[in-house]
DNA sequence: TATATTTTCAATCAAGTGCTTGAGTGAAAG
DNA sequence: CTTTCACTCAAGCACTTGATTGAAAATATA
């Protein structure tokens, strides 16, 4: 058996076109998400931004709720693929990582900044939902563990002050890059994020450099 | 005249009990948006939840559009009513004015986070909504002159680096806010504001004390 | 080929959705 | 007593929403 999940998204058998269509109706519901909000989502829209009927729509999730499951998933994916370990160009140090996953959401931020838009609905979303709610805790607990990793490193070879706790300077780090993306999004406030990266990790650095930055 | 907006909320005059019954719609309409988001707004369960008809919500309000510019101008108001300058117990210096800044987020934060939730949520409707858009500006403009405000007085007293930017420092201190807040809210993560101010604070300070976290 | 399965669609439904209508209410002003 | 006023409501209008149906078309399988 194959019920790996008590709901199954669908009744229909896995098959190259199969999948596609799915895969082209996610993509189209993220994307009037990242448009409208949840707010503004209509599967009707959905299906016919796809060129389907809506029983089309329905023939492959059974619901409205499945397809924004679907959609979850899709964010996660494409936020754990970014996040994922860089094509590593040589051995990098801590300070190069941390440097390195600022380079890798500023690109984000800029490429697809749809992302931490449907991000943050996820995010306002996992107060009733659970599912998400779980699903959100996930994503924030892998991202903590790397950057912590990254921390507990910098201070095994020495780069940061020994007071420097790895939970908590990545707890800040993920919030601040949070609250810095929630400003860009609502055009509020442009960031440089080099500087935000080098002012950052200075804070931490072992010995206080003095008119470094 | 005093026309002093084009688009007017409603056709009614103002007498005491209809600012009354405006109010408390405002505030139903707050509540239910932070509960359940904009997604889940109807003015049915506004009006039903104050107990009156439909057709006395839509006599105070013109459209859904208008209440929701209410809801905007009360939470503005909230927001504003607690940034305001502290009952000034004795005169503070800079550090104990950003300590200050701190806690009364915290304290709102714990008494109140709904307003966070309804702030983001408002943050995601900045995007379509350039009514929302401009006043969010204005309140985040509003917070940041204050915070820089903060971080120059202090730079005058020499109590932080020189190479301190009061905007950036701002910048960052926003961010981390509306961050640490969005965390907190997803109940993604519990924070210790008291140790998070102290360290955010202390990355700023002019000589650099060792030993002293 | 014939048979079964998968995929698509037009048409439809019940339950909402924001908003309006027209008829009132009691209190104050004339 | 009549008129005016701010205010309230039951009823319902026009439209939208997520979801379903039954029958075709497309595709695969025997």
Known sequence: MDDTQPKEEAAHRSTERGDERRQSLVLAAYQIIAKKGFEGLRVREVAA???VNIATLHYYFNSKEDLIRGV???LLHQFITVEAPLPAEGVQNALQKLHQSFADLQYQLQVAPEMFVVLTELHL???RDPAIQSMLTALN???QMHIEEI???GLQQQLFRPDVDPHRAASWLIALIKGLSLQVVSNLEHFDFNLIATEFIAGFLNPPTKGEL
């Open 49 to 51: 931004r796809i060129g």
């Open 141 to 143: 607990d892998g991202w």
């Open 151 to 153: 921390y507990r490193e």
């Open 72 to 74: 979850v998933e899709y």
């Open 125 to 127: 979303r996992s107060q």
